[in-house]
């Protein structure tokens, strides 16, 4: 069983987009970086397009990116194929709309998935208005697969 943390954090501002973006790929801490609806590259390409998009759509007021953490239990494993099902259900179903980068943490005794993604619909313009009901809703979605 996985359990679905959001971050605490007002996150409205510039550096609070690129202090998630880096902590979440900060080489000590991750073991694999996926992303979703960005140009891989550098963290800082990726920070510019997350800002880009937020800018073209003048959107930069409010929670600026969400961050939450998907940890699990000792029992499962976070392998290869767990992991693919796990990124597939979160960029395909529930943020296919939305500029994603989730990294796998492996530092500490009990591997976990850190996931940030900007709130600007990428296509419409329109912020995520979902909220907890929504991660509510994510939870039951990747408890079907671990």
């Known amino acids: 069983m996985a359990l679905v943390k959001l971050a605490e954090g007002s996150y409205n501002d ?18 694999e970086i996926f992303c979703n609806n960005l140009v891989p590259g550098s963290t800082e390409d990726m920070i510019q397009q997350i800002y880009n998009c ?17 940890a699990f ?25 939305y500029q994603c980068i989730a990294a796998i943490h492996r530092n500490t005794d009990n591997p976990h998935i850190h996931f ?3 709130p600007v619909n ?18 039951t979605g990747i408890n079907t697969i671990v």
């Open 122 to 139: 990428i296509y419409t313009g329109l912020k995520f208005s979902r909220h907890y009901s929504f991660f509510n809703e994510l939870q």
């Open 54 to 70: 937020q800018y073209a759509y003048g959107k930069t007021s409010g929670k600026r990116i969400y961050h939450f953490i998907i």
């Open 116 to 118: 940030a993604f900007n």
């Open 73 to 97: 239990d000792d029992r499962d494993h976070l392998d290869t194929d767990l992991t693919e099902q796990l990124f597939s259900l979160l960029f395909n179903k529930y943020f296919s709309e």
């Open 14 to 31: 510039d550096p609070a987009v690129s202090d998630v973006i880096n902590y979440i790929t900060r080489p000590a801490q991750y073991s």
